[in-house]
């Protein structure tokens, strides 16, 4: 079949237009990097020394080894990794191991299991894996981010900014141009610190080494904090720790030592039947003029299908109910899927540089996403309990007061009382509510599917057309 029948054939469906959406964006990010000689998808992974690239780099494969020089970002991908050579840009790194000897002029962001710094990086390290070494050449511009097994600093290595690390242990011999904030089992200090450490930490012994073992973790230090001879810390030391470790505190900090016990919890202090019925009080009113408010609205605005909802419910309750059901897990299985696609569109037009179209589609597509997300939550939370309460208040209208030909919007509005005083009933009424939700929100679903099958089977007649509920 040509291209130019495709008149009779059936739209694709939501997946495969995604997918050529997904397709068309990668088109155009690499007819739009063609020139920069960068997008390199290089089995060897290896760029020799002398050799320049003034662009992004992306390279994937086992064993890397960068030696020229990289003008822009770099990303990398493999089990080996080294970079010798400088970086311009940020380096991202996913790999088992990295060894970076040359400097990066951005930050870097790794994970895996062990990086071992021997370079300047003029930004901040993010990391997260089982250990961070920086060595004596280790110069960090910024600040030091890890969550892993431990990081070490040794003498000679500096961080100007401030070291934040959660993990077993800690072991800082280096320099750090302002604060420490840490929360190990173990934590050793050893250099010049230039602000406070703050230190959560467990006690002496509490475990002689980590629970499980992996290849290429490093040298595990006892639990407990160490603040030995060397150490310089200028501003104040304050440790959270389940015992006092005065005795392991080799020097004394500028600022002085503060420590702290654990915060236990604390039991929530009981609440009288007085203030409990008053707020259980302030919660029904509060619910009754939000429903009693939007019910308004509804019948002024929309009368014809809150009564064609109530009518659903009545003909099809345990089908609406099911539907309901198997709607909303559609529901945010489909916006799942469209926040995934939104963000990965979002990502591949920054990543090649295109950030001003991928701020357009940003804006526009998580607004429209937000919108659609908002319009489901408030058909479920308030529709289907308005259409609920209708058919409620409806049926007493109809059993007490077979003659009454007043206005129709009374029943509404009784309806809503009696839901409002079956919310407030512990567990009862979160039961009830959440299967009326899902029985109003199944009947709206299935509304829908009678008015595509009416679409296609041709326009309705006039015995079909819904009635009006609440004129005067």
Same mark, same amino acid.
């Given at each position: 079949m040509t291209k130019n029948s495709t008149t009779q054939r059936k739209r694709p469906s939501l997946w495969k237009r995604l997918a050529a959406i997904l397709g068309l964006v990668c088109l155009i990010s690499l007819s739009?990097?063609?020139?920069?000689?960068?997008?390199?998808?290089?089995?060897?992974?290896?760029?020799?020394?002398?050799?320049?690239?003034?662009?992004?780099?992306?390279?994937?494969?086992?064993?890397?080894?960068?030696?020229?020089t990289v003008n822009g970002d770099l990303f990398l991908n493999g089990a080996t990794v080294t970079v010798n050579g400088p970086v311009q840009g940020n380096l991202i790194v996913s790999g088992s191991t990295l060894v970076l000897n040359g400097p990066v002029g951005g930050s870097l962001i790794f994970t895996g299991q062990t990086a071992t710094i021997n370079a300047k990086v003029e930004g901040s390290i993010y990391a997260m894996g089982m250990a961070v070494d920086l060595g004596e050449a280790a110069v960090v511009g910024n600040n030091l981010y890890f969550v892993g097994f431990g990081i070490s600093t040794e003498n000679g290595s500096q961080v100007e900014r401030d070291v934040l690390m959660t993990g077993y242990q800690a072991v800082l011999h280096?320099?750090?141009?302002?604060?420490?904030?840490?929360?190990?089992?173990?934590?050793? *200090? %050893? +250099?010049?610190?230039?602000?406070?450490?703050? #230190? $959560? /930490?467990?006690?002496?012994?509490?475990?002689?080494?980590?629970?499980?073992?992996?290849?290429?973790?490093?040298?595990?230090?006892?639990?407990?904090?160490?603040?030995?001879?060397?150490?310089?810390?200028?501003?104040?030391?304050?440790?959270?720790?389940?015992?006092?470790?005065?005795?392991?505190?080799?020097?004394?900090?500028?600022?002085?030592?503060?420590?702290?016990?654990?915060?236990?919890?604390?039991?929530?202090?009981?609440?009288?039947?007085?203030?409990?019925?008053?707020?259980?009080?302030?919660?029904?009113?509060?619910?009754?003029?939000?429903?009693?408010?939007?019910?308004?609205?509804?019948?002024?605005?929309?009368?014809?299908?809150?009564?064609?909802?109530?009518?659903?419910?009545?003909?099809?309750?345990?089908?609406? *109910? %099911? +539907?309901?059901?198997?709607?909303?897990?559609? #529901? $945010? /299985?489909?916006?799942?899927?469209?926040?995934?696609?939104?963000?990965l569109v979002w990502l591949l037009l920054s990543v090649v540089t295109l950030s001003e179209l991928s701020q357009v589609i940003a804006g526009i597509g998580f607004g429209v996403w937000g919108l659609g997300a908002t319009i489901i939550w408030a058909l479920i939370v308030f529709g289907s309990i308005l259409a609920v309460s209708y058919l409620v208040g409806d049926w007493l209208f109809r059993r007490f007061s077979p003659a009454y030909a007043g206005p129709k919007y009374w029943p509404l509005i009784v309806g809503i009382f009696i839901f409002v005083a079956i919310q407030g009933i512990p567990c009862l009424g979160l039961i009830l509510h959440i299967i009326l939700a899902f029985m109003g929100f199944g009947a709206m679903v299935l509304l829908v599917n009678d008015w595509r099958v009416r679409r296609r089977s041709g326009p309705p007649t006039l015995d079909e057309a819904p009635p009006a509920i609440f004129e005067g």
């Open positions: 739009v990097a063609r020139t920069a000689q960068a997008v390199e998808f290089d089995e060897d992974g290896v760029i020799p020394a002398g050799e320049v690239i003034d662009d992004d780099v992306f390279i994937s494969t086992g064993t890397i080894l960068i030696d020229g280096g320099e750090t141009g302002r604060h420490v904030q840490v929360d190990v089992s173990a934590l050793e *200090l %050893g +250099g010049v610190i230039g602000g406070d450490v703050n #230190a $959560i /930490v467990s006690k002496p012994d509490q475990q002689s080494m980590p629970p499980m073992a992996f290849p290429n973790m490093p040298t595990f230090i006892p639990a407990g904090l160490r603040v030995l001879e060397s150490a310089d810390i200028q501003g104040k030391l304050t440790y959270t720790s389940p015992v006092e470790q005065a005795e392991a505190i080799a020097s004394q900090p500028a600022g002085g030592i503060e420590y702290r016990l654990p915060e236990t919890t604390q039991k929530t202090p009981q609440v009288s039947f007085t203030v409990q019925f008053g707020n259980w009080i302030a919660g029904r009113i509060r619910s009754l003029v939000t429903l009693l408010v939007l019910g308004s609205l509804i019948a002024w605005l929309l009368p014809a299908p809150l009564q064609m909802t109530a009518d659903k419910i009545k003909r099809k309750p345990l089908q609406s *109910l %099911g +539907g309901g059901l198997l709607a909303f897990i559609a #529901a $945010i /299985v489909i916006a799942s899927a469209l926040l995934f696609t939104l963000l």
